[in-house]
Structure formats: structure tokens, C-alpha cells
């Protein structure tokens, strides 16, 4: 097995670890207290949601899939796809600047937390095709023949398969610290250490140093991180995509890295293969950023994507 898929794979074991031990909720949260700290947390950034919103709750093969749909009905679509264990909420930072000229669509990964539900446990989407399909299904819900997207961390690799795959339904992607292209070698230490050892220190230790140092984000999303790693989320293994896989992404793609993205790792190696593969690609480096850009950057981010949508 290839380093950054055996990385990828230990991240997805750790994030399901507790379906190894007994489950009476019944859910992807294992205990009711789980479930209503998330819930707690998703109401509270939705308190400060800046825009009007419309909350739906959308029919797909692998259950409800909830879109926190924003912006004018009739401008263009975007899809905006979270990363892994903080929900559609974390675009509060940008969804206003966005959906000035968008109609944009904050969906709830399917299996992962926040408000989208399974049908079943054992029935989710498990690799990118079966993502892509999934997405197909939220896009047809919708009425949205073809979008552009926004997408973080494993929502970028999710959003990398489904262009891949649906080449047609895409007109652009902005993905930030995409999971897909680099992964860092130092996740593969620190989840075995924490796969050994689970602890409450060491789960928090994980938390911080995947969030990174800039503060606002720890207070934003370091409670959804430690609730998320006593939750068994039902997700894929976002690997990196292979050299044909990336030369296969034929919609222009703008990507964003942080310099201090510590799941990412090496940001000019990132940008460097990037650049190399994907046929029509601009890559932003912040040199000061953690794995979170929209976030610790919203100003910059939400100007250089509304800039790069609009282009004729």
C-alpha cells in the first residue's frame, strides 16, 4: 500500500474507531450526548449565519442530505462541500461574499456529521466514485445541471473525484487545503500514536495540531474535532489521487494552501505536483495559514474565488 493511502486510511479508521465497541443510539454519534453537542454546536454557527437562508433536506441513494442554500434563486449555482467533522457550517466565513452573485448550496456530507442522515449504517459512500454518484444525486435534487465548487480538505477530494467522474457537471473548482494531491508524512505517526493510545489528551493533542495555531479557528472548530474522534463517522478513504486521475480534471481549478497545513505538509511540493498534472490550474500559497484558509483568511479567499467564478 502507497504512503498516502495507508495515511488516508488510518484517518478514516480513527474517525470510525468507536464503532468498535457497542452502539445503542444507533447513529453515526454512538451516545445521544454525542448527537446533541454537534447539534449544539451546528445551531450556534447558524445563529450567526450572515445571510437569509433556506434549509433543505434532500432525497439521495444513501439517505437525506441536508443544503443550507443561500444568494439569489436565479444566479448561478455553487456547491460549497465542508471538510471532514465540522459540518456546512464552517463556510460562515464566506458565504455572504459568495452569495452575492451565487445562489450557494452548503451541504452536510452524507455518513460525516451535521444535519444529512443515512437510511442505513452500512450503506454510504466508501470511495470517490461512489461520492460522485451521490453528489449527482444532490445536483438532481436541485434542479443544477452544472456548478461551480467550493471545497475543503477531504470535501476537495471528494470534489476532485466528481469532476473526474462527471466532467460535465462542473464549470470550476476552488478547493482549500485539498486532500487528494500531498499528504504529510508526520499523520501517519501521530495517528498510530493515537490509535495506540486514545486518549483524551492525545485526542485534543490531534485536534490542535490538524486545526493549527491561529486561534479563531481552535474556537471555531476544535469542540466538532474532539466530539468528532468519539463519533464513527461513515466515510470514504480520501488517498491521493493518482498522476492520471489529476490529469484528468478538465474544469479550471484554483487552489488554495496554507503554509503551516499540517495535514498537507510541504506546500510547494503540493502546489509543485499540482501544477505539474492538472491541466488548467492556478495555485495561492498563504505562507502563514494552517489547513483552514477560508477561515483564517475569509477577505482575500472569498474575493480571489468570486474573481475566478466570474471570469467570461
Not at 194 to 221: D, H, I, Q, S
Request: glycine share 8%.
Amino acid at each position: 500500500m502507497k504512503k498516502p493511502l495507508l495515511v488516508a486510511s488510518l484517518l478514516t479508521v480513527l474517525l470510525v474507531l468507536p464503532a468498535c465497541r457497542e452502539d445503542k443510539h444507533g447513529s453515526i454519534y454512538v451516545t445521544p450526548e454525542n448527537e446533541a453537542k454537534i447539534m449544539a454546536l451546528y445551531d450556534a454557527r447558524l445563529a450567526t449565519w450572515p445571510t437569509a437562508h433556506d434549509a433543505l433536506s434532500l432525497p439521495t441513494r444513501y439517505g437525506q442530505t441536508h443544503v443550507l442554500a443561500s444568494g439569489p434563486k436565479d444566479a448561478p449555482p455553487v456547491l460549497l462541500i465542508h471538510a471532514m467533522g465540522i459540518t456546512a457550517t464552517m463556510w460562515e466565513p464566506n458565504v455572504a461574499a459568495l452569495s452575492q452573485d451565487f445562489r450557494t448550496y452548503a451541504i452536510d456530507t452524507i455518513g460525516d456529521l451535521g444535519r444529512s442522515k443515512l437510511d442505513a449504517l452500512d450503506h454510504y459512500p466508501g470511495d470517490g466514485r461512489a461520492y460522485g454518484l451521490w453528489l449527482s444525486d444532490v445536483m438532481d435534487q436541485l434542479g443544477i445541471d452544472k456548478a461551480h465548487i467550493v471545497a475543503a480538505s477531504m470535501g476537495g477530494w471528494i470534489t476532485m473525484n466528481f469532476a473526474i467522474e462527471h466532467p460535465q457537471r462542473v464549470r470550476s473548482l476552488a478547493l482549500l487545503g485539498p486532500l487528494g494531491i500531498n499528504s504529510s508524512k508526520d499523520v501517519l505517526f501521530r495517528l498510530m500514536g493515537l490509535l495506540l493510545f486514545p486518549t483524551r489528551e492525545n485526542k485534543e493533542g490531534l485536534t490542535n495540531w490538524v486545526l493549527g495555531e491561529n486561534p479563531v479557528v481552535r474556537t471555531a472548530y476544535a469542540e466538532y474535532m474532539n466530539t468528532a474522534l468519539n463519533c464513527r463517522s461513515k466515510l470514504g478513504t480520501p488517498g491521493d489521487l493518482s498522476d492520471d486521475q489529476l490529469r484528468r480534471l478538465s474544469a479550471p481549478v484554483l487552489i488554495f494552501l496554507g503554509g503551516k497545513d499540517n495535514p498537507i505538509g510541504d506546500a510547494r511540493a503540493a502546489s509543485e505536483r499540482a501544477q505539474r498534472l492538472i491541466p488548467s490550474v492556478e495555485v495561492e500559497v498563504f505562507p502563514e495559514s494552517g489547513h483552514l484558509v477560508n477561515t483564517e483568511h475569509p477577505e482575500p479567499v472569498n474575493t480571489r474565488i468570486r474573481e475566478f467564478f466570474l471570469r467570461p
